[in-house]
């Protein structure tokens, strides 16, 4: 089968570590490296660094939960082509599943171009569909329909940050008026 990604990496991404394999082909002999990392700050810009000094121009991780999301965005700052995949595309064989095994084959896919990347927003974008991160805004952010105040933090502020929540108030369309008559 033909190799369309002689320098990739495979991710395996989990709450407190990331394992990764990285696999060069060259003059047809497949040579694979790996090695699991932490999911700290530190140690996700050492594997980003890790994976610029082997020379990989493609790296792909396994969707699970939102632990993809931090190792995303730190290597999302280097010179490399990321493709997320759904874990239902790249289920692998029955058998003896393991970390090496999980991040090896996902390597292997993607250097034949096995793998088809999800969809992943621009960081704006994510913000936006953020409901923690949505709701200081709707509160006081100039444009809205509540009060035109500007938003002392992300969560909104104080003063507006609670919104009525009782059952009688939340069915009625006047009560998403902002609470100080504005």
């Known amino acids: 089968m033909e190799v369309l990604y002689p ?3 495979g991710l395996d991404v989990h709450k407190d570590t990331v394992v990764a394999c990285v696999r060069h082909m060259v003059n047809g002999t497949v ?3 790996v090695r699991t990392f932490k999911t700290t700050t530190k140690e996700l810009l050492a594997l980003s660094e890790w994976l610029a000094a082997e020379g990989c121009t ?3 991780m396994e969707a699970t939960g939102v632990y993809w999301k931090p190792v995303w965005h ?3 700052d280097g010179d490399f082509a990321l493709v997320l995949a759904n874990a239902a595309h790249v289920k692998n064989v029955p058998g003896r599943k393991t970390d090496v095994n999980d991040a090896t084959w996902l390597a292997d896919l993607l250097a034949h171009g096995l793998i088809r990347g999800s969809f992943v927003p621009d960081q704006q974008t994510q913000e936006m569909r953020d409901p923690g991160l949505r709701r200081g ?3 006081c952010a100039p444009a809205s329909s509540w009060c035109g ?5 992300s969560s909104g502020c104080k003063r507006h940050s ?3 929540t009782s059952s009688s108030t939340r069915s009625s369309p006047m009560s998403w008026a902002c609470p100080a008559g504005g």
Request: hydrophobic share 45%; with cysteine.
């Open 7 to 9: 320098h990739c990496a």
């Open 31 to 33: 040579r694979r490296e």
């Open 58 to 60: 493609h790296i792909v």
């Open 74 to 76: 730190i290597l999302s």
């Open 137 to 139: 805004r709707l509160c």
């Open 149 to 153: 105040r500007p938003a002392a933090m």
């Open 162 to 164: 609670k919104m009525p």
